[in-house]
């Protein structure tokens, strides 16, 4: 065996180098949701279940396809939440639940964590890409939020497709409309079943910039004109390099009383506590005020994790160091 002696020189060359960043900045990473809420083994179909694990598993391949190739963390969460609007299995564009009206009203919203961007949009009834609009109004302006007719007219106005608001609507969402009319509940004390399947991404690029973008239909039976925490920035959609990425789902109106999304962030910003218990601690307060759901919280160094106090959550996440993964219930 041979010993090596370093010299004082060469110990003093080592120790003035710098030391190798945790996360190499060619680090990128996604992770996405489409839905928290009550999903027990056996409830879906295995047809069912399949179907909605290829759509997922779409989804994170898009976002990962962009991001891999050096592409912008903004792109990457829209390429994977447009895949989830275009599925009928998610409350989000097709597949978007009812207000009591019978039509369908879409909200979301956009962030970038480098300069801190945002757009977000309430009310949409005639855009395709309801990501996509929210999208174009963080990157043109002038305005961060735009809510009802506005939306669809300045979608118009910037080329976005238009569809008949029927092209949203799907028999299964309009059956859970009838039954929850059936049983005279309001759109609040809905069960959570018939809620499900608001999507969302986070992602961080290869620059180290961190983005989140959701979209959702809201609550089955909502009233037309009600506002959920998926376009409020700070409630259900939130970016910002210092802390990173978050998109949530759930029981809006609670998560727009916890500020959910600007609670993990400052927990971590300025409470120093790591992401995951931030994000537990906030979804534990979420439970306190009686409501459930999730988050998808993306960190500065490309850590994707999840939060959520309900019985499953539709996820899946990739990075540059793992594989793609998609996961359903709680015990995955
Ligand atoms: N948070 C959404 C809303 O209240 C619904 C959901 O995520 O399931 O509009």
Sequence with gaps: MRTFLLSTALLATLSAAPLPAATPAADWAIAIHGGAGVIERGSLSPEADAAIRADLAKAVDAGAAVLRRGGPSTDAVVAAVAVLEASPWFNAGVGAVFTSAGSIELDAAMMEGEARRAGAVTGVKSTLSPIALAR???????????????TDEYARENGLVQVPNS???TERRRRQLDDLRLQNQGAALMPAETRM???????????????????????TGKAPGRVGDAPLIGAGTLADNRCGAISATGSGEIFIRVRVAASICDAA??????????????????GSLGGDGGV???????????????????R??????????IKVYADE
Excluded at 137 to 147: I, S, W
Excluded at 197 to 219: H, I
Excluded at 317 to 324: E, F, G, I, L
């Design 316 to 325: 899946g996440r990739a990075s540059a160091r793992s594989a793609p993964e």
């Design 167 to 169: 092209h949203f609507m």
């Design 197 to 219: 399947g608001t999507v969302g991404a986070v992602a961080r690029d290869v620059k180290g910039n961190v983005a989140a973008g959701t979209s959702t239909g809201g609550l």
């Design 136 to 150: 174009t109004l963080m990157d043109k302006g002038p305005h961060v939020f735009l809510a009802g007719p506005a």
């Design 269 to 286: 910003r300025f409470g120093g506590q790591p992401l995951q218990k931030a994000a537990d601690m906030t979804l534990a307060e979420v």
């Design 296 to 314: 998808i919280v993306m960190g500065p160094k490309g850590d994707g994790l999840f939060s959520f106090n309900s019985a499953g959550m539709y």
